[in-house]
């Protein structure tokens, strides 16, 4: 049982190696570079970084700067990682870029005017990446800007443009048209920029097949467990596992509520065990009603998630206080907590609480005391 009676997270950083081999594979010699934006998906940025490279990954996405920042200085010296910083760059960020040796992927025109500048002042190429919308309207210069400055003799003076990269807006739909008209506009786009390699697929894309692999794929969420389709996926293991323990064992008769706001009434008289955990570890609330945890070798459905506590169906299960409920995991999967909460298993991950216990298993887990110091 974990201390003080705590919620505990296990990180399995050989299962993340596991899926790193399997979207490897999939990738069909396509560069795998993994994402460790929001500190690896709520994982540990630097623990899951360190033991990808050690897997063969020598390219990173991260988000933001600061992020970038954090995993240079984590990976350390010895792992020369290209890491990429999905927000670009903006005025008076470039020293910082140069100084962590991190590449801004560019997104906007004001974003490539900033960087030649800062380049012109360096006095040397920088090296920078080039997102190009191709439908998903969220990020990166248009088809038209692209060929434009594909065009230009002077917008892209400095810069040594290595990637042009776009994102899927609807890759966990294999059926859905719009994945071939973004693939369409990005192979044009690409074409524009005949000496950068080039990089469409996330985790999903990398299953649509080779035609939208191109040079480089970039998993994020198939890292983790959570299955391209947004469903489990038998081909990747779970890497987080979160268990916590039962706190109290009650009958609880027809027609009786349970717990804020009276909107649970139990349509039988159940046995009802509260366990040490809620929405501050991780267990999303909306879940309730849908949602699962795995005790006694079956599913026991979620009846209430509160901040701290929740409760579950046990039926006739025996069961002793501590005992651990798994709530994530080989049994609770990532993506049917997800579906239940009507969110995506991105959210679930990231959303996870560091209130209980974090502790890596697997080959290269770091120190406990390297992982209090990191937070």
């Known amino acids: 049982m974990p201390s003080e009676g705590l919620a505990r997270l296990n990180i399995d950083l050989d ?8 979207l490897t594979a999939e990738a069909a010699g396509a560069a795998v570079a993994p994402v460790v934006k929001a ?20 390219s990173f996405f991260v988000a933001r700067l600061a992020e970038g920042e954090a995993l240079r200085e984590g990976l350390g010296p010895e792992r020369a990682a290209a890491i990429h910083v999905l927000d670009g760059l903006t005025t008076g960020t470039g020293p910082r870029f140069v100084a962590a ?21 360096l006095g040397r190429p920088l090296t920078v990446g080039l997102h190009v919308d191709t439908g998903m309207n969220r990020q990166g210069v248009t088809p038209a800007e692209a060929h434009a400055l594909a065009l230009s003799t002077d917008r892209l003076r400095g ?45 999903a894309g990398i299953f649509l097949g080779p035609d939208y692999r191109f040079d480089m794929v970039r998993p994020g969420v198939s890292l983790y467990g959570g299955g391209p389709q947004e469903r489990p996926d038998a081909r990747l293991k779970p890497v987080a596992r979160l268990t916590a323990p039962i706190l109290d064992i009650r009958t609880v008769r027809r027609g009786e509520r349970l717990g804020y706001g009276a909107k649970v009434v139990l349509e039988q008289t159940t046995r009802v065990a509260v366990v040490g955990a809620g929405y501050a570890d991780g267990v999303i609330r909306a879940a309730r009603g849908g949602g699962y945890a795995w005790f006694a070798g079956a599913r ?28 994530l995991g080989a049994h609770a999967h990532l993506d049917d907590l997800a579906a239940a909460a009507g969110t995506v298993a991105h959210e679930v991950l990231v959303r996870l609480g560091r209130r209980g216990e974090r502790v890596y298993i697997g080959q290269d887990a770091p120190p406990l005391g390297e992982l209090s110091r990191r937070g």
């Open 159 to 203: 810069l040594d443009l290595e990637l042009v990269i776009s994102h899927l807006g609807a890759g966990a739909d294999p059926a859905d048209p719009h994945n071939r008209r973004q693939l369409e506009r990005f192979a044009a786009a690409r074409a524009l920029f005949p000496q950068a390699r080039a990089s469409l697929a996330a985790s």
């Open 15 to 22: 299962a993340l190696a596991d899926n790193f081999r399997v």
């Open 39 to 58: 500190d690896g998906y709520g994982l540990g940025a630097v623990a899951v970084g360190r033991r990808l490279w050690a897997e063969g990954a020598r």
């Open 300 to 327: 026991r459905p979620l009846l209430i998630v509160n901040m701290d506590l929740l409760a579950i169906d046990i039926g006739e299960a025996e069961a002793q206080i501590g005992e651990l409920v798994e709530l």
């Open 101 to 121: 040796g991190l590449t801004p992927v560019l997104s906007s025109l004001p974003q490539i005017s900033a960087a030649a500048t800062f380049a012109r002042n």
